[in-house]
């Protein structure tokens, strides 16, 4: 603990709840683009960014409280390989400890350390210099939206649902009205419909006599849904105006929020 409380900049997580929620949370990440543009301040870390073909937009947001440990000097940029950073922290050990710190501004230093002195003697401590890469994406601002329909599902029902639908089809329809939620696929030879009961929902609103329904690709919401580890509960959002918002409340003020916008379905 000495030797990070040094750096003048440095992270890290102890919480295995925490350690097992940042991995999933990067395994989603790469799936959407090949690099990060992370973001940190005395308060923030922040991750924006959109995929290659600009369907998508996420946005992570982890408030310092969400670390066991988080000391930033200054507002720092930093942008890094996706899947190189996931590989990294993918090797952690059960009882390994994650640490992040900055000694240069051309590498990030990860370090997966037993903590403790009784962690198992197979989880030797690992040490990795990840380089940094060019900086270039400029921060969006996210305007607030009302939206014609909220609801909130099990995570785990979410990912096995969504599994399921992508066996059939590659758009996803979600048709919303005032006692029902119905996501539909349709494939060459089979369409597949899941009608979801407004009482098998943590929450659900939607503006009176207003039907919602608009189509999706599949496989950009099965990549933003494929891990249940992250949250307990997915809230949905839509409007027949804007991108549908798709969030994982992560505690302490943190969040991990992906847009996604619909696709034009000829009438």
């Not at 000097?73 to 899947?83: A, G, N, R």
């Not at 990795?128 to 890469?133: E, I, S, V």
């Not at 919602?212 to 839509?238: A, G, P, R």
Request: with cysteine; proline share 2%.
């Amino acid at each position: 603990m000495e030797f990070i409380q040094e750096k003048k900049t440095a992270f890290f997580i102890s919480d295995k709840r925490k350690k097992d929620s940042f991995i999933s949370i990067f395994h989603v990440l790469k799936n959407s683009s090949s690099q990060i543009n992370l973001a940190v301040d005395k308060d923030t870390f922040h991750i924006q960014g959109m995929d290659k073909s600009h369907v998508c937009l996420f946005d992570l947001k982890l408030h310092f409280e969400w670390f066991n440990y988080y000391k930033v000097d200054k507002k720092y940029e930093l942008c890094f390989d996706s899947v190189l950073f996931h590989s990294i922290i993918s090797t952690k050990g059960e009882e390994q400890s994650l640490l992040f710190y900055l000694e240069d501004t051309d590498s990030l230093f990860i370090e997966l350390k037993n903590m403790e002195n009784n962690c198992k003697k197979s989880d030797y401590n690992k040490f990795f210099k990840l380089p940094l890469l060019e900086y270039e994406y400029e921060e969006m601002n996210i305007p607030t939206t009302e939206y014609d329909c909220e609801f909130t599902l099990p995570s785990k029902k979410v990912t096995d649902m969504l599994s399921q639908l992508s066996n059939f089809g590659d758009d996803l329809n979600i048709k919303c009205c005032e006692d029902c939620v119905k996501f539909t696929t349709i494939g060459y030879s089979v369409e597949m419909r899941v009608d979801i009961p407004v009482d098998d929902m943590s929450s659900y609103s939607i503006v009176e006599n207003e039907e919602v329904n608009l189509t999706y690709s599949l496989l950009y919401i099965s990549k933003m849904c494929i891990t249940n580890k992250l949250s307990n509960e997915i809230d949905f959002c839509l409007s027949n105006e804007c991108p549908m918002r798709i969030n994982y409340s992560l505690g302490n003020d943190s969040s991990l929020t992906f847009y996604i916008a619909p696709k034009m379905v000829d009438e």
